[in-house]
């Protein structure tokens, strides 16, 4: 079963900064995009940032300029361990929100594709 960790998530003070990383626990034949997204308890989740498999990347408007993800993608995954990080500047505290790391790819060359999530990792940003 695949397994995505998050780690790397804390209290920081409004212009502060955090890098969040995710790992999964297995390697993948092939990997479509590696992205994250966030929450705040009584909203929907949203997107905040992906990369694709041709490295390709894309911000949701309130990340441009702040936050960059860097992630394992490839047509051909040859990573025992994907990851991906969301390094995230100049935090506000409208940034709060439990982060999610997604990995939308191929375990294997049998299975369909499928999008897998992690569990979460809080970041407060508050004085």
């Known amino acids: 079963q695949v397994q995505l960790v998050e780690s790397g998530g804390g209290l920081v003070q409004p212009g502060g900064s955090l890098r969040l990383s995710c790992e999964a626990s297995?390697?993948?034949?092939?990997?479509?995009?590696m992205s994250w997204y966030r929450q705040v308890p009584g909203k929907q989740r949203e997107f905040v940032a992906t990369?694709?498999?041709?490295?390709?990347?894309?911000?949701?408007?309130?990340?441009k300029g702040r936050f960059t993800i860097s992630g394992d993608t490839a047509i051909l995954s040859n990573n025992p361990k994907p990851t991906v990080v969301l390094q995230m500047g100049g935090l506000k505290p409208e940034d709060t929100a439990v982060y999610y790391c997604?990995?939308?790819?191929?375990?294997?060359?049998?299975?369909?594709?499928?999008?897998?999530w992690g569990k979460g990792t809080l970041v407060a940003v508050s004085s």
């Open positions: 997604n990995v939308n790819g191929w375990i294997t060359e049998a299975t369909p594709r499928m999008d897998y």
């Open positions: 297995t390697k993948f034949f092939s990997i479509r995009s």
């Open positions: 990369e694709d498999s041709f490295g390709a990347k894309n911000y949701t408007e309130h990340a």
